[in-house]
């Protein structure tokens, strides 16, 4: 499966922005969609999760309550709304699939290209 990742730019602090990603087959029901960040220097870190059957969300702590991960089953894409953004929100953001849910890359077994998030203070 090819995962593509769009919708990243540039915003301002406290602005909005929304994430997609698009898979290239239908995701099954025991799939976990995720969105994971990184910058430079740093490793990638868990931002959000889905559970494609159930539809049961996760967030990192840092991002609850402003970000909302959501699906689109038909169109097999999942989205990332970002709502109050703030500097430290700048990164590149990537899309990934696995069977198992988990806050660490290594519990994904595709990914996407990335989209790269700048937040202007």
């Known amino acids: 499966v090819q995962l593509q990742a769009s919708g990243g730019g540039l915003v301002q602090a406290g602005g909005s922005l929304r994430l997609s990603c698009a898979a290239s087959?239908?995701?099954?029901?025991?799939?976990?969609l995720g969105w994971f960040r990184q910058t430079p220097g740093k490793e990638r870190e868990f931002v959000a999760a889905?559970?494609?059957?159930?539809?049961?969300?996760y967030y990192e702590d840092s991002v609850r309550g402003r970000f909302t991960i959501s699906k689109d089953s038909a169109a097999n894409t999942v989205y990332l709304q970002m709502s109050s953004l703030k500097p430290d929100d700048a990164a590149v953001y990537y899309c990934?699939?696995?069977?198992?849910?988990?806050?660490?890359?290594?519990?994904?077994?595709?990914w996407g290209q990335g989209t790269l998030v700048t937040v202007s203070s």
């Open positions: 889905i559970r494609w059957g159930s539809g049961i969300r």
């Open positions: 087959r239908r995701i099954y029901s025991s799939g976990v």
């Open positions: 990934a699939m696995g069977s198992h849910y988990g806050t660490t890359p290594n519990a994904y077994d595709h």
